[in-house]
């Protein structure tokens, strides 16, 4: 049901192009989306009957803005710039970055070869990216050792370490002819581009000898490395004629959700594939999301652009390569359109898996969530938030803040504080201080940052906790979150909700959940959740502590000292285990480093 106020706005809209940003009732950017026709697209939100997804959407939607622009193609870049600048909870979420890395031959005068994850337009030779890190980090070794260039920092006036092992051509003390590097970069080109029948045989040939003289440690690491050598650079299945770099894209639809598939094809090979799967606010475009998704697949940090993507037909090829600065294509024959064809039918085969787990996995995270905030009489939230304070006697205080987001752990918002203030047990006033603390830190920063609020905060406490998070949102802080704390019987088991607004007039009272219920478990879920993280944290900070106290009892060992000491050994442990050279090879003195171990 639209709002007065949307029912006014919606008389006002254009019939142009532009993008539509939908609002929910804090005022944050739910939704955004874009059209040929503003009037007729925002109108259908509220004017036509929504199911799904998309009705889920309109119950938020409390207002919306509108920008307009001249085309069709400016609808399309200015939807991809703010859903990147808004991250909207309905519109696709993207992971920043692959992670995967790459194989550089640098462009200097004496060049190297090292593993990156960032590829610059710098002149440099780029291979990858290898989605096996531990394999990309054992084949630059094995090119270091086999295909040696520079391994030190540069001219030093003598030879370095390296080239005495032949890992180094000697830019360290001479200078090396650009010949040998040539020769030298040309093996190593033509080995990462899969020519690597000759280092096989050799190494096949080293392994077998070294199990026959009963070397098995020394043939167990090159039968390794044989292994990640063949998973970066040897041919797995050619599927073209030439190296080309291509990126293959299609899409399958069904029951308002898109799945998107994309194949990397590299050197001649199909090297890896990535699935993408997102609910469709807006049905009738699929088409559009597809196009959308694309965009901003290679808006992302450290994406590298193909020389060349594929798509399915049907689209504005031209349009498409004019904004991402490369050749889009549609095979209609052949192998790539065989490619195009697997695709599809990998992203109907995740989606109909998503749909299976989807049916086991929403009764256990999005609906337990529901049940909780039935339980409460509140509308569906998507963001809990749960603390929990952890000391001992007092010492080293700290809370810890866990984010569930529909029904599921949020660990990338997961925060931990140091507590300021000193601990009074006699009268419950460390519990007090804590709380108002660290609540006024944590939504005192959203409030300056901006950022969204959680849907309710559960306190791991009675109504000691309850009382004092209340008091700071509404009385500092002017926030009107719902609160409720988590309460343990006497055999400490939790077992009831405690919540209700004191201050605005409405009694706390107890809730009783089902404990047989999906939203009982994800209640004890969130409360063990949240005592974990409390616990590890203070652990970790007090043992910190601890030995900080420790090593600053000992003559002669300054802050200076034993910061060097708690960055290279960390534990009491280490350093009592550490020799008198590992001591003085973490920065003291051959007296502090005698000194410290007769006194640990």
Known sequence: MATQLIENKLKLLPEKPGCYLMKDINGTVI??????????????????????????????IRDYDIITVSTDKEAFLLEITLIKKYQPY????????????????????????RLTSIVRKDGGYYFGPYPNVYAAQATLKFIQKVFPLRRCHGYQG????????????GACFKKVPQKEYDEQIKKIKRFLNGDIGAVKQDLTQKMEQASEQLEFERAAEIRDQLKYIEETVEKQ???SNDNTQRDIFNYYVDKSWISIQIFFLRQAKLLRRETRMFPLTDTTDPEDAFTSFIVQFYGQKNR?????VLIPAGFDNATLAEVLTVPVRTPQRGQKKSLLDMAKDNAKLKLDDKFRLLELGNRKTKGAQKE???ALGLPYGHIIESFDHSHIQGADPVSALVVFKDGEPDKTAYRKYKLKGEVEHQNGGDEVRNTREVVRRRYGRLLREHKKMPDLILMDGGQIQVDACEDVLRNELNLNIPVAGMVKDDKHRTNHLLFGDPINGVPLKLIPLNPKSEGFYLMTRIQDEV????????????????????????????PKSRNKLLRKFGS??????????DLRAAGLTLPQAQTVKLML
């Open 31 to 60: 939704y955004v989306g874009k059209s040929k026709n503003l009037k007729n697209r925002v109108r259908s939100y509220f004017k036509s009957k929504q199911v799904g997804r998309r009705a889920e959407l309109v119950r938020e």
């Open 90 to 113: 309905y519109n696709v979420q993207l992971k920043q970055g692959t992670g995967y890395p790459y194989i550089e031959i640098t462009r200097e005068h004496d060049p190297q070869t």
């Open 158 to 169: 003598r030879p370095c370490l390296y080239y005495h092992m032949g890992q180094c051509l």
């Open 237 to 239: 299945k050619i599927i």
């Open 304 to 308: 590298v652009l193909p020389k060349e």
């Open 372 to 374: 909780i905030f039935d």
């Open 531 to 558: 005592h974990r993280f409390a616990i590890t944290f203070h652990r970790r900070r007090h043992a910190k502590n601890a030995l900080s106290s420790r090593l600053d009892s000992i003559k002669g060992i300054g």
């Open 572 to 581: 009491l442990k280490k350093i009592k285990e550490a020799s008198v050279d």
